[in-house]
């Protein structure tokens, strides 16, 4: 079975600090996708960043980006120059055609 | 225009009660799901439709039941509603297929709270 575990369920970081955020998960599958989703107090869900699991470079968004690591199974997503609007609850989330599973989430909180 | 709406955005019922969920996405994906947050934000998948097909079914009690119609709607039916049924439902849209030409990427409705008292 799929598992997503992120290991930190609460950080924090001061502002335009850098921040990140680990990730582990386990499967069999070879064709499927990792994402981090943000979802602030509005309990909106943003997507963040993606990966596809055939891509070898690591995804980069902005002040947004991953280490993506296949063979460990490992995606962190690193927050450079963190800002007060990062202040959210982040998912690590796992999607192929017959599986979809989201970590626990992590609670970041950016200080001023 | 709003890519996936879910009605109503909040509920209140009695338990016992039978209550609906509807979603609708106008993003042209063959894909919908269905998902729990429960009130420690824990994300959960209950569902997964594709073009109409059952892909997904979690463990899900059979008091949940999805419909879709077509495949811009999904709809979750509830009935003999519990306390435990308490969450946050959010429905979501993928063009994950075909792979890997699309991206998997989810776009997520707002979500509906539903209180069970």
């Known amino acids: 079975a799929q598992t997503v575990t992120q290991s930190q369920p609460e950080m924090s970081v001061q502002e335009a600090e850098t921040v990140t955020l680990s990730c582990t998960y386990d499967?069999?599958?070879?064709?499927?996708?990792l994402f981090w989703y943000k979802q602030p107090p509005s309990r909106q869900m943003i997507l963040v960043i993606r990966?596809?699991?055939?891509?070898?470079q690591n995804a980069t968004e902005n002040r947004f980006s991953v280490n993506f690591q296949k063979a460990a199974k490992s995606f962190s997503l690193k927050i450079s120059d963190s800002q007060l609007g990062d202040t959210a609850m982040y998912f690590c989330?796992?999607?192929?055609?017959?599986?979809?599973?989201f970590g626990d989430g992590t609670t970041l909180t950016v200080k001023p | 225009d709003t890519a996936v709406s879910q009605t109503p955005k909040y509920l209140v019922t009695q338990m016992g009660n039978d209550k609906s969920i509807k979603c609708e996405q106008n993003?042209?994906?063959?894909?919908m799901y269905w998902y729990k947050q429960d009130s420690k934000k824990f994300l959960k998948i209950m569902f997964s439709?594709?073009?109409?097909?059952?892909?997904i079914n979690e463990t899900v009690p059979n008091r949940f039941s999805p419909k879709s119609p077509d495949k811009a709607h999904l709809n979750l039916h509830i009935n003999s509603l519990e306390l435990g049924d308490s969450a946050v439902y959010f429905c979501?849209?993928?063009?994950?297929?075909?792979?890997?030409?699309?991206?998997?990427?989810?776009?997520f409705g707002e979500g509906s709270r539903l209180t069970v008292l």
């Open positions: 979501a849209s993928s063009p994950l297929y075909p792979l890997p030409a699309n991206t998997g990427e989810l776009f």
């Open positions: 499967t069999s599958e070879s064709n499927y996708y």
């Open positions: 990966q596809e699991a055939y891509k070898q």
């Open positions: 989330a796992f999607m192929s055609p017959s599986k979809s599973t």
């Open positions: 993003l042209g994906h063959d894909t």
């Open positions: 439709y594709n073009n109409k097909e059952l892909i």
